[in-house]
T-cell receptor, first 112, second 110 residues
């Protein structure tokens, strides 16, 4: 099992450009999440999904969109990147219930 | 507003020392508290705590939850350089959502 994978690992964007980050999991997890991690601020939830075809906003959703067309994939889109979106992005997945989340390796995004 | 505080934010010790990391929280709809270790990349799961006063142990690491004090501690005994990492605590607030603290950066010197 690959677990949770993220594509790409690194990306540099210019302000105003768009991009999509892909998260894939092979554990048949129902729930998937996108977080961003900034120095000194821990992980903050951007969007999450409790099942195929459903998405919901987290703590910091502005400037991002998501889609969950297939159970194993969760896409995070930036329509018009801003320097404030420079961060490390982590995807995670889990089963329902009192269980842990499994994290992907992260994507380091720099917006200039 | 949900809030998680971890202390200290940074800690430097020598191999063999014992450390205690603290996590305090003010969250709605508390269900459980998780501890993660983050080295260079993805956080990896350490413990899930749901009941007060019951210690969870894994090797040299142990953790306990105090629901009355809204806090948890993570202890590491006989630290090793491989314990160097950021330690994150994350209360589960509702459904499957978590609020992560800022983390404690532990550096263990040889």
């Amino acid at each position: 099992n690959a677990g949770v994978t993220q594509t790409p690992k690194f990306r540099v964007l210019k302000t105003g450009q768009s991009m999509t980050l892909l998260c894939a999991q092979d554990m048949n997890h129902e729930y998937m999440y996108w977080y961003r991690q900034d120095p000194g601020m821990g992980l903050r939830l951007i969007h999450y999904s409790v099942g195929e075809g459903t998405t919901a906003k987290g703590e910091v959703p502005d400037g991002y969109n998501v889609s969950r067309l297939k159970k194993q994939n969760f896409l995070l889109g930036l329509e018009s990147a801003a320097p404030s979106q420079t961060s490390v992005y982590f995807c995670a997945s889990s089963y329902p219930g009192l269980v842990e989340q499994y994290f992907g390796p992260g994507t380091r995004l720099t917006v200039t | 507003e949900d809030k998680v505080v971890q202390s200290p934010l940074s800690l430097v010790v020598h191999e063999g020392d014992t450390v205690t990391l603290n996590c305090s929280y003010e969250v709605t709809n508390f269900r459980s508290l998780l501890w993660y270790k983050q080295e260079k990349k993805a956080p990896t799961f350490l413990f899930m705590l749901t009941s007060s006063g019951i210690e969870k142990k894994s090797g040299r690491l142990s953790s306990i939850l105090d629901k009355k004090e809204l806090s948890s501690i993570l202890n590491i005994t006989a630290t090793q350089t491989g314990d160097s990492a950021i330690y994150l605590c994350a209360p589960n607030i509702y459904g499957q959502n978590f609020v992560f603290g800022p983390g404690t950066r532990l550096s263990v010197l040889p």
